[in-house]
């Protein structure tokens, strides 16, 4: 196999293992035993450390019955896990975005119909006896309208309900619904962990590759495995060698890498390298800002930084950041050009570094 290949990762309703995130689980065991269990939890933390398949394992757990004293683990030959993993388990509901079916992108938001559906569910009298539970993920996605839907839900809770809300930024979510909730942070994962888990899930990935993508992925197994099933070591060295260009960019070069992200079935490509253009960037202004080199993946990345950094108004770069973020944006939920999109967020770049390095007159 090759780094570009599929990877073989589980979804978090179908994932029975969990790394890296001991010290949540044994809170969670904790608030079911005291019998005091919170109606509804805030699962936070970056993307792709782990929170849908905690929120999802805990379900599991509650499901079965709860009766483990030192995990959550529901083993994958159970009845409640083959259910839940098949979606076909009475007393599970997941609420999530739909992804359009021309695209292939997933909508930028969870409308309200679906949010509804949770009410009746969990006043519904529970299939097999025990308790109703609700995933959502994320909770981010949740529009106004969908959010004060469950906001009612909060205030008068059903009965053995529990509303489990997974947030990769809490500050997207309703206030009054992030107060009614108990909260529960996850953080990145370490080196160790992520140096396991790639091996479990990209065996065939050598050293070099692995160490790569645990540096740009920053404590995030789902950013790691996206970032190796779209090539992102090779995206993010083609980026650099385009950057090392500025202020005079290689033009020839810069529009043949736009043009192989332009073709419909590149939509993921695009989003991988605009995501490591627009970290890099945010990098790069950090490390200006601390006075101190950046984290380097690949050999020049040090030396190209502090050169973009010299004599430059980093209140100026942070525009230009905010600029590529909203351009990126705009155009993932649009259907302007990408290629075009990415030919003028470099030349923002370039207008940016050239009055970096002229002299001062």
């Known amino acids: 196999m090759t780094e570009s290949e599929a990877s073989t990762t589980p979804l978090p309703r179908t994932n029975p293992e969990l790394l890296g995130h001991e010290k949540a689980e044994r809170l969670l065991l904790e608030a079911w035993h005291s019998g005091r269990l919170p109606h509804a939890w805030l699962v936070t933390g970056p993307k792709g450390v782990g929170k849908a398949t905690l929120a999802h394992r805990f379900a599991r757990f509650v499901l079965a019955g709860g009766s483990g004293k030192d995990s959550l683990y529901v083993p994958p030959d159970h009845g409640v896990f083959q259910r839940a993993a098949a979606g076909s388990l009475a007393d599970l509901l997941t609420i999530e975005s739909a992804t359009e079916a021309t695209s292939g992108r997933k909508r930028p938001d969870i409308p309200v119909e679906e949010s509804r559906r949770i009410g009746p569910f969990l006043t519904m009298t529970a299939a097999e006896g025990g308790w109703r539970v609700v995933v959502v993920d994320a909770a981010d996605d949740l529009n106004r309208t969908a959010g004060n839907a469950i906001l009612k839900l909060l205030e008068e809770p059903p009965a053995k309900a529990l509303l489990l809300l997974v947030s990769h930024n809490p500050g997207r979510v309703l206030p009054t619904i992030r107060s009614r ?181």
């Not at 899930?201 to 197994?221: F, M, P």
């Not at 040090?302 to 209140?315: I, S, W």
Request: proline content about 3%; aromatic content about 4%; charged content about 25%.
């Open 181 to 361: 909730c108990r909260h529960l942070a996850l953080r990145p994962l370490d080196d160790a962990c992520m140096e396991q888990l790639l091996r479990a899930y990209r065996g065939e990935l050598d050293g070099e590759v692995r160490t790569a993508l645990i540096r740009l992925a920053e404590g995030s197994i789902g950013q790691a495995l996206d970032l190796a099933e779209e090539g992102g070591i090779e995206l993010y060295r083609d980026l650099i060698r385009i950057l090392e260009s500025l202020p005079d960019l290689d033009v020839p070069e810069l529009h043949a890498f736009a043009n192989r992200l332009s073709g419909p079935k590149a939509g993921a490509s695009w989003r991988v390298t605009t995501d490591l253009l627009s970290r890099w960037v945010a990098g790069m202004v950090k490390g200006g800002a601390l006075g101190r080199d950046m984290p380097e993946i690949i050999g020049g990345e040090n030396a190209l930084g502090r050169r973009l950094q010299a004599g430059a108004n980093l209140a100026e770069w942070v525009e230009v950041w905010e600029k590529i973020t909203r351009l990126s944006a705009v155009a993932e939920r649009s259907n302007l050009d990408r290629r075009q999109v990415l030919v003028n967020v470099f030349h923002t770049l370039e207008g940016a570094a050239r009055q970096t390095n002229e002299p001062a007159g």
